[in-house]
């Protein structure tokens, strides 16, 4: 979005304009109603746009997106200061003429509306000179008019996602200011070479497209920054693409790729590489030579090891090797010391290296769907970790948590979901950081009373467990919004107290713990009044103390007699 300049005066105000409400009715003062900038009248369930907001003639900003408006009123050209309109997710059919008015416009979205004949409604668009970012996604466009590509050469955005394009006008060419083109969701069967002669551009988006080659005049794009061409048909990709040094984001993830070219190190600058989804099978060894690299995807691509070159990935931040066919842990990864995300899940991993220790800066780790048959302890020496996945959708699965995993205490979220747990053990209860304890689908019976020291818990998953009980003081989780516990046979609370919720189980577990400490006075009181008054099993203590008295009034006459015989 264009930054918009305000006023010294007035800056910003964020008015509740409904069907109903208007500006007289919030009694602003003529001289400030005059002066506002900014409204946002978004999901208002509007038919219309109110009068009262065509008299602000001096509005800048305005929001009128996900409302139920049908047609734009001729009145429009009255806000001839308005720099930014949003319309998009309404019911407008057509565009009236007057719109073409607004000489001061520079953004202007008009994305999911059923406009009928899109192009040719557009029309009153294309008068608008000034306008430098037009979003049109999703109006069911067969074609961009010609007359748009004429005359907004002042565009620096176009967005043309969800449509039905399958060409570009050769009069795209006058658009010489264009940075940046989002064309997600089309026809297009090859890039369009008409985007190569716009020397401007810096992101081009063709994801979900049907390109199968991309031309070599791509190369003459060299301010391009981000280039998405996921979800397409390309079966290679030419060395020409390379030739765009300035590149710092290509996602080819999901085409028909088996290899990538020798050229690919050139990008010297990239930073983040989308690769999955693509039968690779084998690590690309010139991957380890584009030594910037901060975020690589290689999700579902047949690897089974990984290149010795991987190691020279040393600014690596994010790795995702997920689905793929790993059966032991990659040794290079545990040189990768400044990786803080790591996938492996789905693979077929049974352990994992004392080395891993090595990763002191990794924050996130799955290591869903494997095949581990004991608790991996090693990640519990990960000081930094905070995310850790150890669910198993199927096939192998855990039966104790290792007590080392109160050493995380950095853990914000543990899942543990789908496995075959009995008991946690009581070292959970140091993870004082937890936010997400999920265990779901296990054979838990019993809970250890040290997950009531989680303070920071909001989401503790429990259904599908063996549970009968809760701990007695789990009402004392002041953050937690979430505790599911359907399908366990609990008796306390009740089936009944669970199904209502958090605050239902809470109100039991406070009222059994007050019962518990009345019954334990009572319990004191009564004992007390048992051994007073030697009743019950305690009777048995005043023979005793009679008894004891007696032995020593003996003891007592035995004394003095044998003082008498001395004397």
């Known amino acids: 979005m264009l930054s918009v300049r305000f006023s010294n005066i007035v800056t910003s105000l964020y008015l509740d304009t409904g069907i109903k409400s208007s500006i007289v009715k919030l009694e602003l003062p003529r001289e400030l109603a005059n002066r506002i900038l900014f409204l946002d009248s978004a999901d208002r369930q509007l038919l219309t746009i109110p009068s009262d907001i065509l008299e602000l003639v001096e509005l800048e900003e305005l929001h009128l997106e996900k409302n139920l408006i049908q047609t734009i009123p001729s009145e429009i050209k ?14 407008i059919e057509s565009l009236c003429d007057e719109l073409s008015e607004l000489k001061n416009l520079l953004s202007l979205d008009l994305s999911n509306n059923p406009l ?42 176009m967005g043309l996602s969800g449509n039905e394009l ?43 497209n049907a390109l199968g080659a991309i031309p070599d005049e791509i190369a003459s794009l060299q301010k391009l920054k981000k280039l998405f061409l996921a979800s397409n048909r390309l079966a290679l990709l030419p060395d020409s693409l390379f030739k765009c040094t300035n590149l710092i984001v290509l996602d080819v993830a999901n085409n028909q790729l088996r290899k990538l070219p020798r050229s690919l190190p050139a990008l010297t600058g990239l930073v983040e590489l989308g690769l999955s989804n693509n039968n690779l099978c084998v690590f690309p060894p010139m991957l380890g030579k584009v030594v910037s690299l901060q975020v690589l995807y290689l999700k579902n691509t047949g690897l089974r090891t990984l290149h010795s070159q991987c190691t020279n990935l040393r600014e690596i931040r994010l790795l995702d090797l997920s689905q793929n066919r790993f059966s032991t842990f990659p040794a290079e990864i545990c040189s990768l010391v400044n990786l803080e995300v790591l996938s492996l899940d789905d693979n077929r991993l049974h352990e994992i290296p004392a080395e891993v220790k090595n990763l002191s800066n990794l924050k996130c780790l799955g290591l869903t769907g494997n095949r581990f048959v004991h608790f991996p302890e090693e990640v519990c020496f990960l000081a930094s970790l905070e995310k850790l996945y150890l669910g198993q959708d199927q096939g192998f699965k855990l039966t104790t948590v290792h007590k080392s995993i109160g050493l995380l205490q950095n853990l914000r979220e543990l899942y543990l979901e789908n496995n075959r747990f009995e008991m946690l053990p009581a070292t959970i209860g140091l993870l004082k950081n937890l936010e997400i304890l999920d265990c779901h689908n296990n054979q838990l019976f019993e809970l250890p009373n040290s997950v009531c020291n989680l303070q920071g818990l909001k989401k503790f998953l429990l259904q599908c467990n063996r549970l009968t009980c809760l701990p007695d003081d789990l009402d004392r989780l002041p953050t937690l919004q979430a505790l599911p516990l359907e399908e366990n046979p609990l008796l306390d609370p009740p089936l009944e107290v669970c199904a209502q919720g958090i605050a239902a189980i809470n109100r039991h577990l406070q009222e059994k713990r007050r019962r518990k400490a009345l019954a334990t006075k009572i319990q004191a009181w009564w004992r007390g009044l048992m051994v007073r008054k030697y009743l019950g099993p305690f009777k048995e203590l005043k023979k005793d103390k009679k008894k004891g008295k007696g032995k020593k009034d003996n003891k007592g006459k035995k004394g003095s007699a044998k003082g008498n015989k001395k004397k």
């Open 78 to 91: 009255h806000l001839q200061n308005l720099k930014v309109l949003y319309l998009h997710d309404n019911s």
């Open 116 to 157: 009928t004949r899109a192009a040719g409604s557009l029309w009153a668009v294309s008068r608008l000179r000034s306008l430098r970012e037009l979003r049109l996604y999703n109006l069911n466009l067969g074609e961009l008019p010609v007359q748009i590509c004429k005359n907004n050469y002042n565009l620096e955005l």
């Open 166 to 208: 399958a060409l570009l006008p050769s009069e795209m060419t006058n658009m010489t200011k264009l940075r940046e083109i989002y064309l997600q969701r089309n026809r297009f069967e090859l890039l369009p070479s008409v985007l190569c002669q716009l020397p401007d551009l810096e992101i081009v988006d063709l994801e979900q």
